[in-house]
């Protein structure tokens, strides 16, 4: 596939006698992206439709902790994991079959990036504006409707990717193929804490938002709005740092939850790295 690297490593006789497989790589958003995030699971009653989710992603790697690499694409392509899914990202074929318990992607605001899915427009902006990430949708609650278009240029890379239920990285079959899922989780733009597991939902602090700003309410979120919340002075028992020191307003809050969304296979993890 053009734009894409794509390599072999054989391991000794040991490993070039195991045979080999083929992987795809897929990003999905879930329902929470494609369809909503319901009242149910908010705290406090909001509920979230995205329109748009865009993600960057790149350098997809399979490796092993020995340092060798199977396969690897470093171009950067743009998704809209709102789109039904899940969708191609990256497909490496006759890799030694066995197991590669190192795989590691990025979302980085590479500036070249090209269309996954997404329209040449959005991939345009993307690139323009130097966005990794970018999101708009609305939020609602009774009679209140909110809008947010959010653009993010962080630099993550998702590294020691694992699923407790499959295992690290990923296990080549022989004579056939594995796919394994980038899962895109739109839901942590929203908990209320960067480090506890017990993290809840919430939309008002960022509902409210909307009157800080020159404008007064209008309807829109915007990020500008969300840097001029302090986050001491919301509820002592929400929006806790877990000791971040550059994390002092509710953008921040929110730009360090972008970290975040990239996960494995569902609900396994990756180790984000900033970059």
């Keep these: 596939m053009k734009n894409w690297l794509m390599g072999v490593s054989c391991l000794g006789l040991?490993?070039?006698?195991?045979?080999?497989?083929?992987?795809?790589?897929?990003?999905?958003?879930?329902?929470f992206i494609?369809?909503?995030?319901?009242?149910?699971?908010?705290?406090?009653?909001?509920t979230v439709k995205y329109t748009?989710?865009?993600?960057?992603?790149?350098?997809?790697?399979?490796?092993?902790h020995e340092g060798e690499?199977?396969?690897?694409?470093?171009?950067?392509?743009?998704?809209?994991?709102?789109?039904?899914?899940?969708?191609?990202?990256?497909?490496?074929?006759?890799?030694?079959?066995?197991?590669?318990?190192?795989?590691?992607?990025?979302?980085?605001?590479?500036?070249?990036?090209?269309?996954?899915?997404?329209?040449?427009?959005?991939?345009?902006?993307?690139?323009?504006e130097g966005w990794s990430v970018y999101v708009e949708g609305t939020a609602t609650k009774g009679a209140a409707t909110k809008s947010f278009h959010w653009g993010f240029a962080t630099n993550t890379l998702y590294e020691h990717c694992e699923n407790e239920d499959i295992g690290n990285g990923v296990t080549v079959p022989k004579g056939s193929t594995e796919t394994v899922q980038l899962t895109i989780h739109g839901d942590h733009?929203?908990?209320?804490?960067?480090?506890?597991?017990?993290?809840?939902?919430?939309?008002?602090?960022?509902?409210?938002?909307?009157?800080t700003g020159v404008v007064g309410p209008d309807g829109e979120i915007t990020l500008d709005e969300l840097g001029l919340v302090n986050l001491t002075t919301l509820p002592s028992d929400q929006y806790g740092t877990g000791g971040a020191g550059s994390v002092r307003t509710l953008r921040d809050f929110v730009t360090a939850l972008v970290r975040t969304v990239g996960h494995y296979r569902g609900e396994g993890e990756c180790s984000p790295r900033v970059r």
């Design 34 to 46: 494609e369809k909503e995030i319901p009242a149910s699971a908010f705290e406090d009653g909001w």
């Design 52 to 64: 748009k989710f865009l993600v960057k992603l790149s350098e997809v790697k399979v490796a092993n």
């Design 14 to 31: 040991v490993a070039c006698s195991s045979g080999q497989g083929n992987v795809t790589f897929t990003a999905y958003g879930e329902d």
């Design 189 to 211: 733009l929203f908990f209320d804490d960067l480090q506890s597991p017990d993290a809840k939902m919430r939309f008002d602090a960022i509902a409210a938002a909307d009157s």
């Design 69 to 128: 690499t199977a396969a690897e694409q470093t171009a950067a392509k743009v998704y809209d994991v709102h789109r039904p899914g899940p969708v191609d990202v990256a497909k490496f074929s006759d890799l030694a079959a066995e197991e590669w318990d190192e795989v590691s992607y990025a979302i980085a605001p590479v500036t070249n990036a090209t269309a996954g899915n997404a329209d040449a427009e959005d991939v345009t902006r993307m690139n323009t």
